[in-house]
């Protein structure tokens, strides 16, 4: 296992590399993570249908010397999760030397490095496909801070595709989308550590009406990751009592970049519609920014 890499992203990763019994394993601990993994041995044997020594072979080939060494793993990933701005903030700080600007931008580049080295590109490839068509209909949802993300990404995909919507964070915005909701829609989920139940519960509602779901989130991993199809993570450590959010609008920024080119010129005809009907409502023509 990678250092910095959650277990649930690891295992999930690793899956086909796994024995027959030890996939059973890897079954109920993603259908229930974390609590699945918090169990004894004989426990998560017995729920798995397997050996308890299938289940210490199981976490020997994830890297961990012990089954108490997987479970101290999985309970400082418990911690991380769960952190508060103020207690994440404690004992952090710039790196020292260079201007405060200068550290921040390169705290910044570091975590972009580090989500390009860990990002799984077979799932953002699905995820470039699914945007790009245009039988899918798109809709975006985020938590408190995250929802600007969401909003931005939308803001972008609209005017190359049609059937592409942000959902507000209120109930009624995301009961009106989950009525809406059909197998060939696509929701894209942004969520971050203290993780929204409300997102939580929209994420597995639209998995339940056959929504094809993609998550958005960091290395600890939203609950969300429980129901998801794609999982994207993306560091999100900072110097500051708050998350940044600079890698999840980079990768948002990605996966445009990628829609457009695969799309090779398509979205022309769209864009100039989008254009001419937003000058009808505008005195401000120029670009949106």
Same mark, same amino acid.
């Given at each position: 296992?990678?250092?910095?890499?959650?277990?649930?992203?690891?295992?999930?990763?690793?899956?086909?590399?796994?024995?027959?019994?030890?996939?059973?394993?890897?079954?109920?601990?993603?259908?229930?993570?974390?609590?699945?993994?918090?169990?004894?041995?004989?426990?998560?044997?017995?729920?798995?249908?397997?050996?308890?020594?299938?289940?210490?072979?199981?976490?020997?080939?994830?890297?961990?010397?012990?089954?108490?060494?997987?479970?101290?793993?999985?309970?400082?990933?418990?911690?991380?999760?769960?952190?508060?701005?103020?207690?994440?903030?404690?004992?952090?700080?710039?790196?020292?030397?260079?201007?405060?600007?200068?550290? #921040?931008?390169?705290?910044?580049?570091?975590?972009?490095?580090?989500?390009?080295?860990?990002?799984?590109?077979?799932?953002?490839?699905?995820?470039?496909?699914?945007?790009?068509?245009?039988?899918?209909?798109?809709?975006?949802?985020?938590?408190?801070?995250?929802?600007?993300?969401?909003?931005?990404?939308?803001?972008?995909?609209?005017?190359?595709?049609?059937?592409?919507?942000?959902?507000?964070?209120?109930?009624?915005?995301?009961?009106?989308?989950?009525?809406?909701?059909?197998?060939?829609?696509?929701?894209?989920?942004?969520?971050?550590?203290?993780?929204?139940?409300?997102?939580?519960?929209?994420?597995? #509602?639209?998995?339940?009406?056959?929504?094809?779901?993609?998550?958005?989130?960091?290395?600890?991993?939203?609950?969300?990751?429980?129901?998801?199809?794609?999982?994207?993570?993306?560091?999100?450590?900072?110097?500051?009592?708050?998350?940044?959010?600079?890698?999840?609008?980079?990768?948002?920024? #990605?996966?445009?970049?990628?829609?457009?080119?695969?799309?090779?010129?398509?979205?022309?005809?769209?864009?100039?519609?989008?254009?001419?009907?937003?000058?009808?409502?505008?005195?401000?023509?120029?670009?949106?920014?």
């Amino acid at each position: 296992m990678e250092a910095g890499q959650s277990l649930f992203d690891c295992i999930r990763n690793e899956t086909e590399s796994f024995t027959k019994s030890e996939r059973k394993v890897a079954r109920v601990l993603l259908a229930d993570y974390p609590a699945a993994g918090l169990q004894t041995v004989a426990e998560l044997a017995s729920r798995s249908a397997v050996s308890g020594q299938t289940v210490i072979r199981f976490v020997a080939r994830l890297g961990f010397e012990s089954y108490p060494a997987f479970q101290q793993h999985l309970i400082g990933e418990v911690k991380a999760r769960s952190q508060t701005p103020l207690s994440r903030f404690e004992g952090q700080e710039l790196p020292p030397g260079d201007h405060p600007a200068a550290a #921040a931008f390169s705290v910044l580049e570091d975590g972009l490095r580090e989500t390009l080295s860990r990002l799984p590109l077979a799932e953002f490839d699905r995820a470039v496909e699914l945007l790009s068509d245009q039988k899918h209909p798109v809709v975006a949802v985020g938590g408190r801070t995250s929802q600007l993300v969401a909003h931005y990404l939308v803001l972008q995909l609209q005017q190359l595709r049609p059937r592409t919507a942000f959902v507000a964070e209120d109930a009624q915005a995301r009961t009106r989308a989950l009525m809406e909701m059909g197998r060939n829609t696509l929701a894209v989920v942004y969520d971050f550590r203290r993780y929204s139940e409300s997102t939580r519960r929209f994420a597995s #509602a639209a998995a339940k009406a056959g929504a094809t779901v993609l998550l958005i989130t960091d290395p600890y991993l939203s609950p969300v990751a429980e129901v998801a199809d794609i999982v994207l993570p993306v560091r999100i450590e900072f110097p500051t009592p708050f998350d940044s959010q600079a890698a999840a609008v980079a990768l948002s920024e #990605a996966l445009v970049a990628a829609v457009t080119n695969r799309m090779d010129g398509s979205f022309a005809d769209h864009m100039a519609r989008y254009e001419k009907f937003r000058s009808q409502l505008s005195d401000d023509t120029s670009t949106a920014g």
